[in-house]
């Protein structure tokens, strides 16, 4: 959505994120949370945060959008449950999908890279691959629940782990009970 787009539904959007981020704990999570929507609707090819930040000018700060995304305490699956007793009331959805879709990655760095099979790509390449419940109808559709998958290569237990991937589980934020399936 262009900044005018995003603008003229700006006060929907705030009710929106007020809603489902009506758990958090605190003010400041609450804020950074309805910043975070903002951002991933904005146009831009990149969704981290530190392009979101640029393009979200005076509400931008790179600093505590990274800050909610990757250290600020919460609980994904309250948020996520409450977006899809949302999306079900809109939706009235008549089934539910399951979708992955890859994200082509160059290095190594980002969780759960390898190299796997993508649509995205039409072959093996270096990727992560998302994994997505979407609540569906006629008329609309919408992702309520998602996660990375974990491949071989970064399961402990697996025949095919790649030691390096395992080391770096913890770095990445992967809880040891959480394993290739």
Not at 5 to 31: K, T
Not at 103 to 129: E, H, I, M, W
Not at 153 to 173: M, Y
Request: proline content about 5%.
């Amino acid at each position: 959505m262009t900044p005018d787009e995003i603008a003229a539904v700006r006060g929907e959007l705030e009710d929106f994120a007020g809603e489902v981020f009506e758990p958090f704990a605190r003010n400041d999570q609450r804020r950074w949370g309805q910043v975070y929507v903002r951002g991933l609707l904005t146009d831009g090819k990149r969704k981290s945060v530190e392009p979101m930040a640029a393009r979200l000018g005076g509400d931008g700060n790179r600093q505590a959008l990274a800050h909610f995304v990757t250290t600020s305490p919460w609980d994904p699956s309250h948020i996520r449950a409450r977006l899809a007793w949302k999306m079900e009331a809109v939706i009235r959805p008549t089934a539910v999908v399951f979708d992955d879709t890859g994200f082509l990655k160059d290095g190594d760095a980002s969780a759960c890279v390898s190299r796997q099979y993508t649509g995205t790509a039409g072959k093996v390449t270096n990727c992560q691959v998302g994994v997505s419940l979407h609540l569906t109808s006629h008329h609309a559709s919408s992702a309520v629940n998602w996660r990375l998958f974990l491949p071989e290569t970064w399961a402990a237990g697996s025949p095919k782990a790649d030691l390096n991937k395992v080391a770096r589980r913890t770095a990445c934020g992967i809880p040891d009970d959480i394993g290739h399936v």
